[in-house]
């Protein structure tokens, strides 16, 4: 069992952000002996997630992780339901629909609808972002209770992205405050300069099911487009809501 557990834990250093890895790299972040290390890369490269570029030495990925990806898409079968939806909402304003749910105390991204005009070279899908400086993070939050609220950022810290992003705790709060008064999230540039966000939660009873959400940039999204982005958002909502048997595990609400 320990065994799976370090070799779970050393897929997950592979990140967008960090997807190659020395072996040196490795053992620095994890401690293993060099033994144990080396033994567990040639076992998982043997299974075929993980594989070494011959030349550079570079430890990545491999290409079975990314068929089990599309495994676990087809057996989420709300992603397919709800972009039907988003597709729409998406036509209909010239933004990008993201779907979202919760996980480990961040968001992740499960699907997006872009403009057909819109250069986007790779999927968003499976993607993580902390919860603080997201529209959609902050719309699942306004659904969380102020001790759940603390403990996701005791636990993921308020990293700083952009000058506009919220990283004293008491500021988070009053912002959740007025997302629960609104029943919208906004999101100013807190994550990416020049990109703002309109957010809604998808819940069902106390159940926390994910967040959906409109974005464009700061001159395109005019603040008189608010309401009514919110409102196209909260009509999916509630038809997303009626299907929570549909969606991975579920974050039970505080508030």
Known sequence: MQSVVKAFGLLKLFTGKNPEWTFNQLLQEKKFPKSTLSNML???????????????????????????????RKALPIIEYAMKFLDDVQQKTGGIAYFTIPKDGRVLYLDASYPANKNVTYSITGKTLDMHCTGVGKAMMS?????????????????????????????????????????????????????????????????????????????????????????????????????????????????
């Open 42 to 72: 040639r076992t998982l490269e043997f299974c075929g997630v993980l594989e070494k570029e011959k030349t550079s030495q570079l430890y990545r990925l491999g290409l079975d992780v990314l068929e089990m990806s599309y495994s676990v």
């Open 143 to 255: 659904k969380m209770s102020d001790e759940q609220i603390r403990g996701i950022v005791a636990e993921r810290g308020m990293k700083r992205y952009t000058p506009r992003t919220i990283t004293d705790f008491d500021a988070l709060m009053e912002e959740i405050e007025e997302t629960r008064a609104r029943g919208y999230a906004l999101d100013f540039g807190e994550e990416s300069q020049g990109v703002k966000c309109v957010a809604v939660p998808v819940a069902s009873g106390r159940m926390l099911l994910g967040a959906i959400s409109i974005s464009g940039s700061i001159i395109g999204l005019k603040e008189e487009q608010y309401e009514e982005y919110a409102e196209m958002l909260f009509e999916i909502a509630n038809i997303l809501a009626d299907k929570a048997d549909m969606f991975p595990r579920q974050f039970l609400c505080g508030v």
